[in-house]
């Protein structure tokens, strides 16, 4: 009987997201449709009408809309630039709440397992909140605790999704965004399932261990205490990045290292990638009073790649890098693009070229070069976006969605720390004696190891 009334209560929950969802996208839609009748086409007022309606949700569609953000042409430029500014910060679970939450997750008794527990959150996000505790033996806890009903948020917002590109390819598309949307679904759904998340935990503390990386830290789960909506790690002890901004340059430069560490060698050497490099996902440990380095915290969204992929991804730098076009093709081509013309193959390149840049530059250097922050990347996604109008749609093969996602995410850390790095020499470094195959046998061990065959 228990079972029945909470499947119940699912559905209730999924039918009352899909009512709320629907009335908030489908009424910008109708403006959508209504202003390209007229020829008005995407207008910034609509913009603003789908990031607040987004925004108010909270959830898994305001995440969407975040990680939709960093896609070129996935969603119209004035689309994209409004949902870049929101914010994941969801109102909190009261403590009545969070309560009833921690008994269904840990049963009646669950302060007992505890040493203490913290009333109030310690952060609060679009998919759930965390928690300060500490446990029996007084070690500090981060206790990650999912709002309720999430998996019938997920499935009623990514219906939503299928409307907003729908509407996009019908009136503007220069990219074919069906693979996207299920990249981007299958992504969320995991992010949802917190037992795969500690697997997640896991697969890269090891790998950090593995690869000898020592800047970067990442949490212990405590499995006794999680469950798939409950996730117990260490509490790791650190300051935001961005209380660094204004730091002497050699500090900055160090957690900007750190960062390129965190993301590019366990995917040049494991042929996985962290999904989600936004500045709520890592703060700065210190060692004798000093910034030493980076606390990547949240494994929700891990993107684990086909070696042959990596390989691509290996062969596009260096084809760039040598001036290869078979090459270049050859990684495209590796990666899922089909059907490549001449004048497809050089669209591709100006991107390719912008995410690369820094990674082909033999030379100290900001990520920007002398461009603002403000137009970063501007130029190129016009550029690409009016070929790919003139030539498209194009299908993105859907492991390119995090690539990108992760290129300028890291991107932006390192405008804000102002780094001035010698990006080639860090990322030759990563992929030193690189082979597909290695990676293949490096991953399986990895997967095996932490239950993610």
Request: aromatic share 10%.
């Amino acid at each position: 009987m228990a079972e029945r009334d909470d499947e119940a209560n699912r559905l209730s929950a999924r039918a009352r997201r899909y009512a709320k969802v629907g009335v908030n996208v489908g009424g910008v839609a109708a403006r959508m449709a209504g202003a390209r009748l007229v020829g008005g086409g995407s207008s910034g007022s609509n913009a603003a009408a789908l990031a607040q309606a987004l925004g108010g949700l909270k959830g898994p569609l305001m995440k969407v809309g975040q990680l939709l953000s960093t896609i070129p042409d996935a969603l119209p430029p004035d689309y994209a630039a409004e949902l870049s500014k929101l914010q994941s910060q969801a109102p909190p679970m009261g403590w009545a709440f969070v309560k009833r939450r921690m008994i269904a997750e840990l049963g009646p008794a669950w302060a007992e397992r505890f040493g203490s527990f913290e009333h109030e959150p310690a952060a609060a996000a679009s998919l759930g909140q965390v928690h300060r505790a500490t446990a029996k033996d007084g070690t500090p806890l981060a206790c990650k605790l999912q709002y309720a009903d999430m998996q019938s948020a997920v499935e009623a917002d990514l219906s939503q999704l299928q409307v907003l590109f729908a509407l996009h390819r019908r009136f503007d598309a220069a990219i074919d965004t069906r693979e996207i949307y299920h990249e981007i679904s299958e992504r969320v759904r995991e992010e949802v399932d917190y037992r795969r998340e500690a697997k997640h935990t896991a697969l890269y503390r090891n790998a950090f261990a593995t690869l000898g990386i020592s800047d970067v830290r990442a949490p212990r789960v405590w499995p006794e205490l999680s469950t798939g909506r409950l996730l117990i790690m260490d509490w790791l002890t650190g300051e935001r990045i961005l209380a660094f901004k204004d730091a002497e340059l050699a500090v900055r430069n160090r957690l900007a290292a750190a960062m390129f560490g965190a993301w590019w060698q366990p995917y040049a050497h494991v042929g996985i990638i962290h999904g989600d490099p936004h500045l709520g996902n890592y703060t700065v440990f210190s060692e004798g009073g000093e910034a030493a380095g980076i606390n990547l915290l949240d494994y929700g969204c891990i993107r684990i790649f086909p070696p042959a992929f990596v390989g691509g991804v290996v062969d596009l730098y260096r084809g760039l890098l040598q001036g290869e076009p078979e090459r270049i093709v050859s990684a495209y081509e590796t990666w899922g693009f089909h059907n490549l013309s001449k004048d497809l193959i050089e669209t591709l390149n100006v991107w390719a070229r912008f995410i690369f840049g820094p990674l082909l530059d033999d030379r100290v250097r900001t990520i920007a070069d002398g461009v603002s922050p403000a137009e970063y990347g501007r130029r190129e996604a016009y550029t690409v976006h009016q070929a790919l109008k003139a030539k498209g749609p194009v299908t993105v093969p859907r492991e390119f969605v995090f690539m990108d996602r992760a290129a300028i995410g890291l991107g932006g850390v390192f405008l804000h720390l102002k780094a001035e790095l010698n990006f080639h020499h860090l990322f030759e470094a990563a992929i030193e004696n690189f082979s597909t195959e290695e990676v293949a046998r490096r991953q399986k061990a990895a997967l095996a190891e932490v239950g993610l065959e």
